[in-house]
């Protein structure tokens, strides 16, 4: 997902957003103990975007307690 695009949803898309990543990573680690994972590189892709989702949910907390 495009960080434009994240900075447009609200706080409870982006929390749903984290969590779908984080299973999706969860999967991800699973295939890749078991051997069956194809694409290495999705695996740190992914901790990217969830850092990037965490940093937009906090900077949205920030902004409201400065507001």
Request: no cysteine; proline share 1%.
């Amino acid at each position: 997902m495009e960080l434009k695009k994240m900075r447009e949803l609200t706080e409870v898309e982006l929390n749903t957003e984290l969590d779908k990543m984080k299973k999706e990573l969860f999967n991800l680690r699973f295939q890749h103990v078991t051997g069956q994972l194809e694409n290495p590189v999705k695996m740190r892709e992914l901790k990217r975007d969830i850092a990037r989702v965490k940093t937009i949910i906090r900077e949205k907390e920030l902004a409201k307690v400065q507001a």
